[in-house]
């Protein structure tokens, strides 16, 4: 099972600098990371080769891109996938329009097939439609194997949803991880704190994870401190993988 971290390029969504966001990453003492909308275009194929590069003469590894909404354009969605594989990359965190699917499920697994992509759905969080087991266990029910779950631990507490149980019903389609922690304030409303000092048991996480012998990118996310984000997401890479290697 992986003990090289991911971090999530949301985290430093105030700094645009693709040379000063790879150098976080080594900073927290990662070399992997998933790209999101915020620091990459998309649907610019014009900036991957400059992106990707580097990232690639920083030493960091593209592992995935997300959370990227796939609908009903085809071309849209294609340059998602061709992103990924000219990154070198396997993954991509994804999310669906109530509206578009299934047709936009069938596009999806098409084009993941096409480029050897797995996917996975992004549940986020109890005001999402896709942020309930119950219905990612209908989705998969509509869907084969190239379309699975990325499980956001934080997001899962938001859905009064077990993260640790979740890791078990969906072992077979597991296919990434955001390690996300949050507290809650009265009113219900989340705040990201270090993994494991909220309501995440991680060493119950990390059992289950071992359990299923997961290998897929593990992702971590800390959304707070946006002027200054990588002490917090040292603390997290350094208590992870303390729990990690327990």
């Known amino acids: 099972m992986t003990q090289d971290f991911a971090i999530q390029s949301y985290c430093f969504r105030n700094f645009k600098d693709h040379s000063v966001v790879a150098g976080f990453v080594r900073e927290c003492g990662c070399t992997q990371i998933e790209l999101c909308a915020a620091h990459v275009d998309f649907s610019d194929v014009s900036c991957f080769d400059r992106v990707i590069g580097t990232?690639?003469?920083?030493?960091?590894?593209?592992?995935?891109?997300?959370?990227e909404k796939l609908g009903t354009d085809v071309e849209e969605a294609r340059k998602r996938f061709e992103f990924v594989r000219k990154a070198g990359a396997s993954f991509m965190s994804v999310d669906f329009n109530i509206r578009e699917v299934p047709e936009a499920y069938g596009i999806a697994e098409k084009l993941a097939e096409e480029y050897d992509i797995r996917l996975g759905i992004h549940n986020h969080g109890g005001l999402h439609w896709l942020g309930s087991p119950s219905v990612l266990e209908h989705a998969f029910e509509q869907t084969g194997g190239r379309i699975g779950l990325s499980l956001d631990t934080a997001w899962a507490l938001h859905s009064h949803a077990d993260p640790v149980k979740m890791v078990q019903q969906f072992s077979e389609r597991l296919y990434l991880l955001h390690l996300k922690d949050f507290?809650?304030?009265?009113?219900?409303?989340?705040?990201?704190?270090?993994?494991?000092?909220g309501n995440l048991d991680l060493d119950a996480m990390v059992d289950a994870l071992k359990g299923i012998d997961f290998a897929g990118p593990a992702i971590i996310e800390y959304e707070g401190d946006v002027e200054e984000p990588v002490p917090a997401?040292?603390?997290?890479?350094?208590k992870l993988r303390e729990h990690w290697l327990s």
Do not use: A, W
């Not at 990232?55 to 959370?67: F, P, R």
């Not at 507290?183 to 000092?197: A, I, L, R, W």
């Not at 997401?233 to 350094?238: D, G, I, P, S």
């Open 55 to 67: 990232y690639e003469e920083s030493g960091v590894h593209i592992v995935s891109i997300g959370v």
């Open 183 to 197: 507290v809650f304030d009265p009113s219900g409303s989340p705040e990201d704190v270090v993994c494991g000092s």
């Open 233 to 238: 997401l040292k603390k997290c890479v350094n």
